[in-house]
T-cell receptor
Framework: SQQGEEDPQALSIQEGENATMNCSYKTSINNLQWYRQNSGRGLVHLILIRSNEREKHSGRLRVTLDTSKKSSSLLITASRAADTASYFC?????????????FGGGTRLMVKP | ETGVTQSPTHLIKTRGQQVTLRCSSQSGHNTVSWYQQALGQGPQFIFQYYREEENGRGNFPPRFSGLQFPNYSSELNVNALELDDSALYLCASSLREPAKNIQYFGAGTRLSVL
């Protein structure tokens, strides 16, 4: 079973629009990370937000974290066709003895030119 | 490019066979994790190796086993393959850092079990 659930499961927008994806998780965490995956390839790390942070920015990415609601959101501003990919949140659980990450089911984003 | 390489890229096996997948970690990384990703789902943690010892395991049966070598390369072995083992297998290397744990993934091995 997976720790997180992502919402929506799929999202289709026009180039230039903003894309927002949400992630909910179940246990206390050290940090939450977002990864991107292009069509069945490996995952690429995008951004990490620690449990004591509420918001973080990296280029066109903005991540928020609400530990009281056990939820996070990823905002991609001014989207481009090249942003088309699957996006996964991954939590680093607080009890983590093995450095494992627990992934959600992902949001499949399509950006139409 | 993450510097993590996996081989082979694709593999077809039949039920009951055994398979070995290989991973070469990014230079300087001492930890390797393996994940199974079924079609349309997120990666599921199989196990992790740190300094050649298993250091955490997900909900996978003992027929999934692994090795990490002194040069930090790694193998995933799966015995008695089942149809449900068909998936993308991802290797990720990392540097063991408290409260950080960013993982660098290879492109994966796609295993099909017929």
């Amino acid at each position: 079973s997976q720790q997180g659930e992502e919402d929506p499961q799929a999202l289709s927008i026009q180039e230039g629009e903003n894309a927002t994806m949400n992630c909910s998780y179940k246990t206390s965490i050290n940090n939450l990370q977002w990864y991107r995956q292009n069509s069945g390839r490996g995952l690429v790390h995008l951004i990490l937000i620690r449990s004591n942070e509420r918001e973080k920015h990296s280029g066109r990415l903005r991540v928020t974290l609400d530990t009281s609601k056990k939820s996070s959101s990823l905002l991609i501003t001014a989207s481009r066709a090249a942003d088309t990919a699957s996006y996964f949140c991954a939590t680093d659980p607080f009890y983590n003895a093995g450095n494992m990450l627990t992934f959600g089911g992902g949001t499949r984003l399509m950006v139409k030119p | 490019e993450t510097g993590v390489t996996q081989s082979p890229t694709h593999l077809i096996k039949t039920r009951g066979q055994q398979v070995t997948l290989r991973c070469s970690s990014q230079s300087g990384h001492n930890t390797v994790s393996w994940y199974q990703q079924a079609l349309g789902q997120g990666p599921q943690f199989i196990f992790q190796y740190y300094r050649e010892e298993e250091n955490g395991r997900g909900n996978f049966p003992p027929r999934f086993s692994g090795l990490q070598f002194p040069n930090y390369s790694s193998e995933l072995n799966v015995n008695a393959l089942e149809l449900d083992d068909s998936a993308l297998y991802l290797c990720a290397s990392s540097l063991r850092e408290p409260a950080k744990n960013i993982q660098y993934f290879g492109a994966g091995t796609r295993l099909s079990v017929l």
